[in-house]
């Protein structure tokens, strides 16, 4: 049975800091690219950041470049995401997506997701 556990939403401030990780069970990690994703109230669900399997390719909407930092852990399963600076517009569920990376470097996401963590900005 595929899982995958989002954890370490919060409320925090706008500027402050936080780390959510995605840990992944029922699955060869390695072999999967990783991905973030958010959906705001009313909003649809968008890819925030990715990562190939061997951390190769990474890559950023542009609403969080410079601020956000995607990683992984093979030997724990994890995927990471490090989340700076953060603003008001970036409250949401966050998810991560267990996917693959297409020949043309596009992101495949498959039907493995989390159940989210929420992630709030205010004041």
């Known amino acids: 049975q595929v899982q995958l556990v989002e954890s370490g939403g919060d409320l925090v401030q706008p500027g402050g800091s936080l780390r959510l990780s995605c840990v992944a069970s029922?699955?060869?990690?390695?072999?999967?690219?990783m991905a973030w994703y958010r959906q705001a109230p009313g909003k649809e669900r968008e890819l925030v950041a990715r990562?190939?399997?061997?951390?190769?390719?990474?890559v950023y909407d542009e609403s969080v470049g410079g601020r956000f930092t995607i990683s992984r852990d093979n030997t724990k399963s994890t995927a990471y995401l490090q989340m700076n600076s953060l603003k008001p517009e970036d409250t949401a569920v966050y998810y991560c997506?267990?996917?693959?990376?297409?020949?043309?470097?596009?992101?495949?996401?498959?039907?493995?997701w989390g159940q989210g963590t929420q992630v709030t900005v205010s004041s």
């Open positions: 997506n267990a996917g693959k990376t297409s020949l043309d470097g596009a992101y495949l996401p498959s039907d493995y």
């Open positions: 029922g699955i060869d990690f390695s072999i999967y690219s």
């Open positions: 990562i190939s399997a061997s951390s190769g390719k990474i």
